[in-house]
């Protein structure tokens, strides 16, 4: 059976042998270190302070939908009436497609990190909410509002107001942390509300594929749904880290559950703190993994580093400093070992800062003082050349069409000589599909006459219409140039 990565909500909490100070309101929680070498006999004493810091966090959004389940026919009387009443709503006449709305509701966990009322969470756990309402451990509850999310680290940052200091947890460091220590994480798991489980960090700099920065510490804590946005503890009950993901086929705890880093917490809440947004630091280069192939090729003692693919134009770096080919193996004084340690190291790094970006290139290393640009930039202006760049699309007679430029004929195989509006798909139920038509067939005539653009196969459509014409007649070639005609209903 396949596994499968599940986003949902979950908590760790850590566990050892400690006697633990006591926790008062508007003070972070400490403990003593465990000194046995062996797992704790009991973490009663660590859970009791920290408990009152872990909340629940609920949500609920309003979604729209077709009301196109029938109601059963229920008998008049019938001591189910009123279930189906409630399970299908009343109807009153309306048509199966009429619009209607519902609200669903959702649970998470988080924890509280200032007295003043922040709460950190996943960003899963709240996103697209209508309301996010946070449940503390002694039954009260408060509305919060959203300070800002970072949806790479799937990270998110509420505050509430308490009207008086609430207990809080102080973060770790995550960096210190080895495989084998223990750990406890407390969250909300199926919604039963605040559960404390024990067990020992498995592994470090995970990369499950859940993000751009994946360095996830994994868990064997018991870890399920709803214990998403939860802490891991160390002993010392500290944060040094977030519970987001597991990897379970049922989505239960098998053991198996990941963990965002305190190191990387921290630099995006102090971020969301100040800006209510993230602004990372940006090199504007497109990377690959140096394989051992790609090594030998540019004469490196072994594979390491992030092979330079490309270079964004109007980033920082579109000035000749660093080129395609060149292999970045340090940044800022970081050694970059695998390519995806450059994207979260570039990431963490102040926008403005120049940094020194060592290169291997033609066999010799490069020193260069880049000054960096800001990510979220830098993504918002790629995503506009793209959009410049994407050829216009309509959909007619139940086929996207778009301009045949030079990526379309790669893309579909069609020959320099062929000319007219390129099918990118087909509708399976339509009249088209029923004539074999399928993408990368090109439209070249519309009723004798020629086409070159979308807009003009629009206004030949309209004008067929207007002339009181039921059907299209299509002049249609296929990649070599081969031409057939075929009509098309115009409905």
Do not use: C
């Not at 209510?276 to 394989?291: H, N, S």
């Not at 060592?358 to 993504?379: A, H, N, P, S």
């Amino acid at each position: 059976m396949a596994l499968d990565i599940i986003l949902k909500p979950i908590r760790i909490v850590t566990a050892a042998s400690m006697i633990v100070a006591a926790g008062v309101q508007g003070a972070a929680f400490t403990a003593t270190p465990a000194t046995a070498a062996q797992g704790p006999e009991s973490v009663a004493d660590l859970a009791e302070t920290l408990l009152d810091a872990v909340v629940n966090i609920s949500t609920s959004q309003r979604v729209s939908g077709n009301n196109n389940v029938p109601r059963p026919r229920v008998p008049e009387g019938s001591p189910f009436e009123d279930f189906f009443d409630d399970f299908f709503g009343d109807r009153g006449g309306d048509s199966p497609n009429t619009p209607r709305s519902r609200r669903v509701n959702s649970l998470g966990s988080g924890f509280v990190i200032d007295a003043d009322g922040l709460i950190v969470t996943n960003n899963h756990v709240i996103a697209d909410a209508d309301d996010i309402e946070v449940n503390f451990a002694d039954g009260s509850k408060l509305p919060a509002e959203l300070v800002g999310t970072d949806p790479k680290t799937d990270i998110a940052l509420l505050r509430v107001d308490a009207g008086k200091p609430l207990p809080f947890v102080p973060f770790g460091d995550s960096e210190t942390m080895r495989i084998g220590d223990w750990v406890m994480a407390i969250g909300n798991p199926f919604g039963l509300g605040g559960t404390v489980t024990t067990g020992i960090i498995s592994a470090r700099e995970r990369d499950i594929n859940a993000g751009p920065y994946d360095n996830f510490i994994q868990t064997d804590a018991a870890i399920n749904r709803g214990n998403s946005g939860g802490p891991l503890f160390n002993q010392n009950g500290e944060v040094i880290g977030i519970n987001t993901a597991i990897i379970s086929p049922t989505g239960g705890s098998i053991g198996i559950g990941f963990a965002v880093p305190a190191d990387i917490v921290q630099s995006v809440l102090a971020q969301l703190m100040e800006y209510g947004e993230t602004r990372r630091g940006w090199l504007g280069v497109r990377i690959q993994p140096v394989t051992d192939d790609i090594a030998e090729s540019l004469d490196m003692d072994r594979a390491a580093g992030a092979l330079v693919a490309g270079v964004v134009e109007g980033g920082p770096v579109d000035n000749g400093t660093i080129m395609p080919g060149d292999v970045i193996i340090r940044f800022d004084g970081k050694a970059i070992d695998e390519m995806r340690d450059l994207p979260r190291i570039v990431a963490e790094s102040p926008i403005g800062k120049e940094v020194d970006v060592v290169v291997i290139r033609k066999g010799e290393e490069k020193t260069f003082q880049i000054e960096l640009g800001r990510l979220e930039d830098g993504e918002k202006m790629i995503a506009e050349t793209e959009a410049a760049e994407e050829p216009e699309t309509v959909n007619i007679l139940g086929m996207d069409i778009a301009g045949l430029d030079d990526a379309l004929r790669e893309q579909y195989g069609i020959s320099e000589d062929v000319e007219g509006v390129v099918i990118t798909s087909v509708d399976e139920d339509s009249s088209a599909a029923e004539k074999r038509i399928v993408p990368g067939n090109v439209i070249v005539e519309i009723a004798q006459e020629a086409v070159r653009t979308p807009q003009e196969v629009e206004d030949r459509i309209e004008e067929l219409q207007d002339d009181g014409r039921r059907n299209a007649l299509l002049m249609i070639a296929n990649e070599t140039g081969e031409l057939r005609f075929v009509t098309v209903p115009m409905r």
